[in-house]
Structures are given as structure tokens and as C-alpha cells.
């Protein structure tokens, strides 16, 4: 069975994202360290950081992620924008690291119309500053696949692909998101076609490079290219899709981690539970 998580709220300290974890029984963690919608990383010193460290002693060290703010763009055509979004994933990356934990997970961005290949050696640029400035050396940089809207990078396995062989430093690695990949047009509402869809992002990305998995159904349809997750079983994949996604052997070594609305809040002890009853029949 894939290791079963959610987004967790980390206010009053990161370190508190561990008990609330617990508390919905949440074996794996992502949080979004400082606001998404506002420039900014996380600020840590020596204090915090050994208090975030003997939490995660305390509770198992459970696989544990950051989510970059939103406003990250290194695709569009404004340098200053692009500059901020290097040096905020920069600070991520490194707080990442100095924390001890797994990964960075982020939007590439978007291209607003000028084109994938056009932009992608602004792209790589980028990137490899990020990791030549963060230098890490355990927390990976993980970029996740996207809905499409307005020219949005990575909404393709093939763009995503690219991205990795430019790059080609084992710092990298990919998010897959079930929500975005339905809505960029990759079926999962049965065994059959999730199957063929991990087949493909096998084939095209290879699920070696693949740490963890954005578990969330989505409320638009096939190949909408709209970001809009729903509850698991509530929306366009439903049930089927995810217990095909639950029990698909490829993936059981990933941490499944749920990004939904729960009961409007965001991910509960209701949704996990619901994920493990889907895992188990």
C-alpha cells in the first residue's frame, strides 16, 4: 500500500504540522512554510530548526515536502518576476535542506503564449542557478505536472521529460499530480486507463524519477485544463480511478499526499480514511 499523507496546516511553527498529522492520521506531510500567495522563504535559525529536527525524531521521520508559493514564474517574459521566483525556490530549496527533509515542490510556471520551446532555455536557466545556489544535498527539487490553463509549463509528460534531461542532476525529480494530469487529458477513471496512463508517464518521464504523488480527483472534466480539485470520490475520477491508483504496483512506493477540500478546510482524518478503505478493497 502507497504511504497515505495530506497538506498540512504548519502555523505557529513547522514543527506543529507533525502533531496535526498525527492527528488525521497522515503518514506523510506537505506544508506550505510561509503564505502561497505572498514573495517570501522560509526564515529559519538555529532554534527553530532544532525544534523541527526533535519533532521529526519524535514522530518517525514521515516523508515530508515543502509547496513553493504560487507567484513562481520562470517562464514569463518579465526578468524581475522570473529573478524573484529564482531566489524564493533558492530559499526553499535550502531551508529544505537544512531541515533534513524531502523535497521542494513547485509550478514551473507559464509561458503566457510564447511557447514551450522558446522559453525552456529561460527555464533551465533558472533552475540550475536554484540548485547551484541552494546546493542541497538530500532535499530534491520537485516539479510538478500542471492543468494547461494559459500556457502553464508541464502540463505534458513530454514537457516535463525535457525539463529533466536539460537539467540531468539527480537533485530533480517530479511530483505527479492526479487532478492536474486529468485535466491536461490523462484518463484515471478506470484500471484500464490507469494503467495506460502510468504506462505513460513511465514511458515518457520514467517512474524512477517520480518522488510523490498529488492525490486529488478533480471537479472538471477530462482534458478541462482547469486546476480544480475536489474530494476523492466526489469528483470526475471517482472512485474507480483511485482505488485502480491505490492499487497500481508501480506507484506503492510513493507517498500518496491528498491537496483536497475535505470538509472546507482543506484535507481530514474523513478524506484519509476514505483513501485507506479505497487501498484495502
Same mark, same amino acid.
Given at each position: 500500500?502507497?504511504?497515505?499523507?495530506?497538506?498540512?496546516?504548519?502555523?505557529? !511553527?513547522?514543527?506543529?504540522?507533525? =502533531?496535526?498529522? %498525527?492527528?488525521?492520521?497522515?503518514?506523510?506531510?506537505?506544508?506550505? *512554510?510561509?503564505? *502561497?500567495?505572498?514573495?517570501?522563504?522560509?526564515?529559519? #535559525?538555529?532554534?527553530?530548526?532544532?525544534?523541527?529536527?526533535? &519533532? &521529526?525524531?519524535?514522530?518517525?521521520?514521515?516523508? +515530508?515536502? +515543502?509547496?513553493?508559493?504560487?507567484?513562481?514564474?520562470?517562464?514569463?517574459?518579465?526578468?524581475?518576476?522570473?529573478?524573484?521566483?529564482?531566489?524564493?525556490?533558492?530559499?526553499?530549496?535550502?531551508?529544505? /535542506?537544512?531541515?533534513?527533509?524531502?523535497?521542494?515542490?513547485?509550478?514551473?510556471?507559464?509561458? %503566457?503564449?510564447?511557447?514551450?520551446?522558446?522559453?525552456?532555455?529561460?527555464?533551465?536557466?533558472?533552475?540550475?542557478?536554484?540548485?547551484?545556489?541552494?546546493?542541497?544535498?538530500?532535499?530534491?527539487?520537485?516539479?510538478?505536472?500542471?492543468?494547461?490553463?494559459?500556457?502553464?509549463?508541464?502540463?505534458?509528460?513530454?514537457?516535463?521529460?525535457?525539463?529533466?534531461?536539460?537539467? %540531468?542532476?539527480?537533485?530533480?525529480?517530479?511530483?505527479?499530480?492526479?487532478?492536474?494530469?486529468?485535466?491536461?487529458?490523462? #484518463?484515471?477513471?478506470?484500471?484500464?486507463? $490507469?494503467?495506460?496512463?502510468?504506462?505513460?508517464?513511465?514511458? $515518457?518521464?520514467?517512474?524512477?524519477?517520480?518522488?510523490?504523488?498529488?492525490?486529488? /480527483?478533480? $471537479?472538471?472534466?477530462?482534458?478541462?485544463?482547469?486546476?480544480?480539485?475536489?474530494?476523492?470520490?466526489?469528483?470526475?475520477?471517482?472512485?474507480?480511478?483511485?482505488?485502480?491508483?491505490?492499487?497500481?504496483?508501480?506507484? /506503492?512506493?510513493?507517498?500518496?499526499?491528498? =491537496?483536497?477540500? !475535505?470538509?472546507?478546510?482543506?484535507?481530514?482524518?474523513?478524506?484519509?480514511?476514505?483513501?485507506?478503505?479505497?487501498?484495502?478493497?
Amino acid at each position: 500500500m502507497p504511504i497515505l499523507g495530506a497538506h498540512v496546516d504548519s502555523s505557529g !511553527g513547522l514543527h506543529n504540522a507533525f =502533531e496535526r498529522a %498525527k492527528a488525521m492520521d497522515a503518514d506523510a506531510i506537505q506544508c506550505h *512554510p510561509t503564505p *502561497p500567495g505572498f514573495w517570501g522563504s522560509p526564515k529559519l #535559525d538555529e532554534t527553530r530548526i532544532a525544534t523541527f529536527k526533535e &519533532a &521529526a525524531d519524535k514522530y518517525g521521520h514521515p516523508p +515530508f515536502y +515543502f509547496h513553493a508559493v504560487y507567484l513562481i514564474n520562470l517562464a514569463g517574459d518579465d526578468a524581475t518576476l522570473r529573478q524573484r521566483s529564482e531566489s524564493t525556490l533558492t530559499g526553499y530549496l535550502r531551508s529544505a /535542506d537544512e531541515l533534513g527533509i524531502d523535497g521542494v515542490i513547485f509550478h514551473t510556471g507559464s509561458h %503566457k503564449g510564447a511557447g514551450f520551446e522558446k522559453t525552456l532555455p529561460t527555464i533551465i536557466g533558472h533552475l540550475q542557478k536554484v540548485l547551484e545556489r541552494a546546493d542541497p544535498q538530500h532535499a530534491r527539487l520537485l516539479i510538478e505536472n500542471n492543468a494547461g490553463l494559459g500556457g502553464c509549463v508541464g502540463a505534458r509528460f513530454e514537457e516535463i521529460a525535457t525539463m529533466m534531461a536539460k537539467l %540531468k542532476d539527480k537533485r530533480v525529480g517530479v511530483c505527479f499530480d492526479t487532478c492536474h494530469a486529468f485535466a491536461s487529458g490523462y #484518463d484515471e477513471r478506470s484500471a484500464d486507463t $490507469v494503467r495506460k496512463t502510468i504506462d505513460e508517464l513511465d514511458k $515518457v518521464v520514467g517512474l524512477k524519477n517520480v518522488d510523490v504523488v498529488h492525490c486529488n /480527483d478533480s $471537479v472538471t472534466g477530462l482534458g478541462s485544463n482547469r486546476d480544480r480539485h475536489a474530494n476523492i470520490g466526489a469528483g470526475q475520477i471517482g472512485d474507480e480511478g483511485f482505488r485502480a491508483l491505490l492499487h497500481e504496483p508501480r506507484l /506503492d512506493r510513493l507517498p500518496f499526499i491528498l =491537496e483536497v477540500p !475535505g470538509a472546507g478546510e482543506g484535507p481530514d482524518a474523513e478524506q484519509l480514511s476514505l483513501l485507506r478503505r479505497l487501498a484495502a478493497t
